[in-house]
């Protein structure tokens, strides 16, 4: 389903745009050296970091590729592992894939967020290739997964968080736009997710 994402971008990106030129005519106002401006620079930064993430999920509901581009797994997830604290293994280094890198941080980090709330305490991201195909592998030592719920787990709703059950689709949705595919499995003590992308050498055109 492509619509959601779509209709958000549409709907957020006016507001945003202008919560974005305030914030940067506030910012002029204020001296480098003022303590306000730590907290402007701060909100710019995130405000950029939204606007990227509506921009991918725009290009996304349009089917355009334009906004992917070659992402190097190895410097993706470590910059993962160091925001969400978790271990990141990745043999070889050096290969990338094809896709939007705020959109597949943000499905990583969502999929880091779940394992925390299944009351995971170690989470160990994993990467490598077989040579066309680069599959990241999230696994956590929480809650395994009811195995009623692994069949419609990345269906829209399917929640038991008590949340909006949202976060998966998300997942599978921006992977699906990178070509790819997510599956996941539960562990006699946890949970693995596996996203499964095309090598960026080896993806069409
Ligand atoms: N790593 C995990 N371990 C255990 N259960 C999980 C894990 N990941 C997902 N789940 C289960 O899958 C459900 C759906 O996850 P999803 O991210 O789509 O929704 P949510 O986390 O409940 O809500 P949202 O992400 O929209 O805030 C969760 O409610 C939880 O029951
Ligand atoms: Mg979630």
Redesign the pocket.
Known sequence: MQDLPGLLGHELRNPLASALTGAMLARDMVDGRDSRAVVLDGVLKDLDCMTSLIDGWLAMASDQQGTQTRVDVEELLTKIGESQRVEVVCAPPAFSVMGNVFLLERAIE??C???R??G?TKIRIAAQHDGSRVDIHIE?N?????PG?VER??EVG????????????A?ATTVAACRGEVR?VPLSG??R?TISLPRAELARA
């Not at 929480?142 to 009811?146: E, F, H, T, V």
């Not at 929640?159 to 689709?169: A, M, N, P, Q």
């Open positions: 969502n999929l967020k779940n394992a709330n299944g995971a956590d929480g809650r395994s997964l009811d719920d787990i990345f399917c929640s038991r968080s008590g949340s909006t059950g949202l976060g998966l689709h997942v996941c946890g949970t997710f």
